[in-house]
């Protein structure tokens, strides 16, 4: 028997795909999935609560959250964003709330929902879930393809649907049916350095805004950081990892950091460290520091990098310690060496090339019938729920638009 749709892979965007297409007429969809368990990635993402979207409407700054693939996001989202998304799982009853940095999370705080619901709304919708089989080749023929399973099962579809994530085998297949793939490299990670400076800081965090660069100014952002046994991390530098993920990738993660502590300039710095030093001549410089924002011991792990004496008065630090201070604080430097453990979230950067994909339909240009959704894309997104936005988004299009 051939079936309107087989879906490859039982992850977010091949649900979405899957419940949208059996909704708008399609009769008999299948998924396979590789694995004994259908929406893993769900269970275990954004720390077992998973942050399905964000409450970031406006799509000219809801696509900035896309190091790769913002320009086709554009048009995909004037389709579905994430208000529809939003109002999507609300209807099919799941209860959802806003966080105050406007992540999007289950009530419930509990990725079990958002995988119990899914789950129900397929079940109800008449899709088959077929899971421990792996698709390990497809082949196009007249009425559709022609899918084997491990185990020599096989499968035929009028169309299908590849969402398999940053899994090799997706874009392997994609491969074999013509399409070609932008080499994948990790984004979301931490950065590791060799520096022992800030060891004795581990586990700050700093919820200001510190500006960080990569590289001479390449990537720039400004957010809370973490720093680490090995070196940095928080959203700020996931973000830069996400917007620098294929360049560090090519220098084998060798970058360096800068490091604005204070988020401002050199200038505004010695205005308030003159009249701090005017003002506490007699107080000890490792005791007393002018910027609140700064944690004790991120304070003295820098005047100690200065090998400033830890009973120096303000009255008596030298012009030229003033001068290394203000450097300290607002430029500086970091040797980063490698790639740190990943956040609570990891994407692939790279997959299979936009240019080859009709993103009004999410449709391949090179071969009628066959889609694509979710991450198996070269399209990904920093932290905040905008990687799971992209596979409601593009699974809803693609299943939106099979016949
Ligand atoms: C730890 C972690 C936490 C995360 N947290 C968040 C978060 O909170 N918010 C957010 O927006 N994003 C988060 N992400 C990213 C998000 O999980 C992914 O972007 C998203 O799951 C991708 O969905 P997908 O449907 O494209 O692929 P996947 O969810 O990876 O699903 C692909 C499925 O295809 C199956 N498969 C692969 N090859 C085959 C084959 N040949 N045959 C059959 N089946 C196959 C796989 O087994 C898998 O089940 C997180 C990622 C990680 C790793």
Redesign the pocket.
């Known amino acids: 028997m051939i079936s309107d749709l087989v879906i490859?892979?039982?992850?977010?965007?091949?649900f979405m795909g899957g419940i949208t297409a059996i909704s708008n007429g399609l009769r008999s969809v299948v998924i396979?999935?590789?694995?004994s368990k259908?929406l893993?990635?769900?269970r275990?993402?954004?720390g077992g609560r998973?942050?399905?979207t964000n409450s970031c409407a406006e799509i000219s700054n809801l696509v900035d959250n896309y190091p790769r693939g913002e320009k086709q996001l554009l048009g995909l989202f004037n389709q579905f964003s994430t208000t529809d998304a939003f109002d999507w799982f609300q209807k099919k009853g799941l209860s959802l709330k806003v966080e105050k940095d406007g992540r999007v999370f289950p009530s419930s705080d509990s990725s079990d929902d958002v995988i119990k619901c899914l789950r129900a709304v397929a079940k109800k919708s008449g899709i088959k879930v077929v899971t421990n089989?792996?698709?390990k080749q497809i082949s196009k023929i007249k009425e559709g393809f022609n899918l084997l399973v491990k185990g020599k099962k096989f499968y035929k579809a009028k169309n299908i649907l590849i969402?398999?994530?940053?899994?090799p085998?997706?874009r392997r297949?994609a491969k074999r049916l013509g399409h070609t793939i932008i080499k994948p490299v990790p984004s979301l990670f931490s950065f590791s350095t060799s520096e022992q400076s800030l060891k004795s800081c581990a586990g700050i965090t700093l919820d200001v805004q510190i500006k960080l660069t990569v590289n001479n100014k390449n990537y720039s952002e400004a957010g809370p950081i973490l720093i680490t046994h090995k070196g940095f991390s928080g959203p700020v530098i996931l973000r830069l990892s996400s917007f620098g993920a294929r360049s560090l990738h090519t220098n084998k993660y060798n970058a360096k950091l800068r490091i604005n502590w204070l988020c401002m300039s050199e200038n505004e710095a010695r205005l308030i460290l003159d009249l701090y030093k005017l003002e506490n001549g007699n107080k000890l410089v490792f005791n007393y520091k002018p910027f609140k924002r700064l944690p004790r011991s991120l304070w003295r792990a820098l005047l100690r990098s200065l090998n400033i004496n830890c009973q120096l008065k303000w009255a008596d630090l030298s012009k030229s310690e003033k001068e290394s201070l203000i450097k300290c604080l607002t430029i500086n430097h970091y040797l980063i060496n490698s790639r740190g453990p990943f956040g609570?979230?990891?994407?692939t950067a790279g997959g299979v090339s936009l240019k080859e994909i009709n993103f009004k339909t999410m449709e391949s240009k090179i071969c009628k019938g066959l889609f694509f959704a979710?991450?198996?894309l070269d399209i990904d997104g920093i932290t905040g729920?905008?990687?799971?936005?992209h596979?409601w988004t593009s699974g809803w299009v693609a299943g939106n638009s099979m016949i």
């Open positions: 490859i892979g039982g992850g977010a965007s091949g396979l999935e590789g694995t259908v893993e990635k769900v275990i993402s954004g998973c942050n399905l089989s792996h698709v969402c398999t994530g940053g899994h085998s997706g297949l609570d979230e990891f994407v979710g991450e198996v729920g905008f990687n799971f936005q596979c």
